[in-house]
């Protein structure tokens, strides 16, 4: 056997592992180990291989999530970019309305800016003024994150691997444009159960959610799966991620945006 077919095989190895831990609602250990080199490549080609078996299910995929855009978790993870992972359609829940708690191993939850494009971002590289072009509106978001990988005791490549740590997400139902809307100066805070629980500002998002969206956009723009018109990209966190139990209330205002609950059944 060649060393790319070895290397392969634990690639899927990798993915049916962290699959299985999905399915079984039990979390696995961390998959680093497994993996020939931590690089980020190693956990993107883990990434891509279970989502083309979602894809080959049916899944429709609606957007894209961008993770480690605050600059006191890149040091933590010894990185200076972010990652990302795919959304899908099944894993979006309405404002204010039941999100089943029993779909998740580990749930978190933190507040964002999702951007919702009106066209394609395809090639590049792309500036700031593309993208702004590009995005249609702008909502509020509450992404629940999640790790397949027990005890959140994750890497760069472990996190990568299982699609950014993805989980759900509830977006508001109010669009805004981003004619005069500063993004980096818009306060957010987020409540659970009507308690302050977390707090920031657009700015914590690599310095302004438009950067972190150049920087996605730059990285899928000649790859299969670029930006497309209608995708939600999920910019980054805000503040701080808040752990999520049965029958948890959260509220995120971000201002100049508005507002998004999150409710754990």
Same mark, same amino acid.
């Given at each position: 056997?060649?060393?790319?077919?070895?290397?392969?095989?634990?690639?899927?190895?990798?993915?049916?592992?962290?699959?299985?831990?999905?399915?079984?609602?039990?979390?696995?250990?961390?998959?680093?180990?497994?993996?020939?080199?931590?690089?980020?490549?190693?956990?993107?080609?883990?990434?891509?291989?279970?989502?083309?078996?979602?894809?080959?299910?049916?899944?429709?995929?609606?957007?894209?999530?961008?993770?480690?855009?605050?600059?006191?978790?890149?040091?933590?993870?010894?990185?200076?970019?972010?990652?990302?992972?795919?959304?899908?359609?099944?894993?979006?829940?309405?404002?204010?309305?039941?999100?089943?708690?029993?779909?998740?191993?580990?749930?978190?939850?933190?507040?964002?800016?999702?951007?919702?494009?009106?066209?394609?971002?395809?090639?590049?590289?792309?500036?700031?003024?593309?993208?702004?072009?590009?995005?249609?509106?702008?909502?509020?978001?509450?992404?629940?994150?999640?790790?397949?990988?027990?005890?959140?005791?994750?890497?760069?490549?472990?996190?990568?691997?299982?699609? !950014?740590?993805?989980? %759900?997400?509830? @977006? #508001?139902? *109010?669009?805004?444009? &981003? /004619?005069?809307? +500063?993004?980096? =100066?818009? $306060?957010?805070?987020?409540?659970?159960?009507?308690?302050?629980?977390?707090?920031?500002?657009?700015?914590?998002?690599?310095?302004?959610?438009?950067?972190? !969206?150049?920087?996605? %956009?730059?990285? @899928? #723009?000649? *790859?299969?799966?670029? &930006? /497309?018109?209608? +995708?939600?990209? =999920?910019? $980054?966190?805000?503040?701080?991620?808040?752990?999520?139990?049965?029958?948890?209330?959260?509220?995120?205002?971000?201002?100049?945006?508005?507002?998004?609950? !999150?409710?754990?059944?």
């Amino acid at each position: 056997m060649s060393e790319w077919s070895e290397a392969t095989d634990v690639l899927t190895e990798v993915a049916d592992r962290l699959l299985e831990a999905a399915r079984s609602g039990k979390p696995c250990p961390p998959v680093r180990e497994m993996l020939p080199d931590h690089g980020a490549w190693t956990g993107y080609a883990v990434q891509e291989i279970n989502t083309r078996r979602a894809l080959a299910e049916g899944r429709r995929p609606v957007g894209r999530k961008i993770g480690l855009t605050a600059p006191a978790v890149q040091r933590q993870f010894g990185v200076d970019q972010p990652d990302f992972g795919v959304l899908f359609a099944d894993m979006a829940y309405l404002d204010g309305l039941p999100v089943p708690t029993g779909r998740f191993l580990q749930p978190r939850a933190e507040a964002e800016i999702a951007l919702v494009l009106g066209s394609d971002l395809v090639g590049g590289p792309f500036t700031v003024a593309d993208v702004i072009r590009a995005v249609d509106f702008v909502l509020p978001a509450i992404e629940i994150v999640d790790s397949r990988i027990a005890g959140w005791d994750i890497t760069l490549v472990d996190t990568v691997a299982d699609n !950014a740590s993805s989980g %759900a997400f509830v @977006l #508001g139902n *109010t669009p805004v444009g &981003l /004619r005069g809307l +500063d993004l980096r =100066l818009a $306060g957010m805070t987020m409540t659970r159960n009507g308690q302050e629980v977390s707090t920031g500002a657009g700015a914590a998002c690599l310095g302004h959610p438009l950067n972190a !969206a150049v920087w996605l %956009a730059d990285a @899928l #723009g000649r *790859t299969d799966f670029p &930006l /497309r018109a209608g +995708d939600v990209v =999920l910019t $980054g966190a805000l503040g701080p991620m808040v752990p999520a139990e049965p029958g948890d209330v959260f509220e995120a205002h971000i201002d100049g945006v508005g507002s998004v609950r !999150a409710v754990f059944a």
